[in-house]
């Protein structure tokens, strides 16, 4: 195996890769990446919404509640619908791009403090969070009680030691 001194950085606190910011133990989104996507107007073609949906996905998992807000720009997918940006579709992608630049950072777990496996179903998919006590501060947790209890017809917790 080779390693190419010019891709490698050594004793750096924090680093960028594929879209991230590494930093210790903690992962978050590049902001200069999705500054520049966020600074382009609002897509007026499909081609535009699909690569826009592209790159929002790929932070799906530090979004919260992407699905539920990028369901009305999904539908734009089936080939029988005409790209229309409606109000409802304005206001998911000004949601999305929001919660893109106050996504949370993702902290490796403290392995000695219990988790808890949350599990919320609705009509349409299943979504679940394991989140260990000490993230369950208000600005850290996956789902609040209320958009649980909102959008979910079921929730289901189990804490695991």
Same mark, same amino acid.
């Given at each position: 195996?080779?390693?190419?001194?010019?891709?490698?950085?050594?004793?750096?606190?924090?680093?960028?890769?594929?879209?991230?910011?590494?930093?210790?133990?903690?992962?978050?989104?590049?902001?200069?990446?999705?500054?520049?996507?966020?600074?382009?107007?609002?897509?007026?073609?499909?081609?535009?919404?699909?690569?826009?949906?592209?790159?929002?996905?790929?932070?799906?998992?530090?979004?919260?509640?992407?699905?539920?807000?990028?369901?009305?720009?999904?539908?734009?997918?089936?080939?029988?619908?005409?790209?229309?940006?409606?109000?409802?579709?304005? !206001?998911? *992608?000004?949601?999305?791009?929001?919660?893109?630049?106050? /996504?949370? +950072? =993702?902290?490796?777990? @403290?392995?000695?403090?219990?988790? !808890?496996? *949350?599990?919320?179903?609705?009509?349409?998919?299943?979504? /679940?969070? +394991? =989140?260990?006590?000490? @993230?369950?501060?208000?600005?850290? !947790?996956?789902?609040?009680?209320?958009?649980?209890?909102?959008?979910?017809?079921?929730?289901?917790?189990?804490?695991?030691?």
């Amino acid at each position: 195996m080779k390693i190419s001194l010019k891709k490698c950085n050594f004793g750096f606190e924090e680093l960028k890769a594929l879209g991230h910011i590494v930093a210790g133990l903690s992962l978050g989104i590049d902001k200069n990446k999705v500054g520049t996507v966020l600074l382009k107007p609002i897509p007026q073609n499909k081609k535009e919404m699909m690569s826009f949906l592209g790159f929002s996905s790929y932070y799906r998992q530090k979004l919260k509640d992407f699905e539920t807000l990028a369901k009305s720009l999904y539908r734009i997918w089936d080939q029988q619908t005409v790209f229309e940006m409606t109000q409802e579709r304005i !206001k998911a *992608y000004k949601k999305i791009g929001k919660a893109l630049t106050e /996504a949370p +950072l =993702l902290l490796m777990p @403290d392995w000695n403090i219990p988790f !808890k496996f *949350y599990i919320a179903e609705c009509g349409d998919g299943l979504g /679940a969070a +394991l =989140l260990s006590a000490c @993230d369950l501060k208000p600005e850290h !947790k996956h789902d609040s009680q209320n958009t649980i209890n909102q959008w979910y017809s079921q929730d289901t917790t189990k804490t695991w030691s």
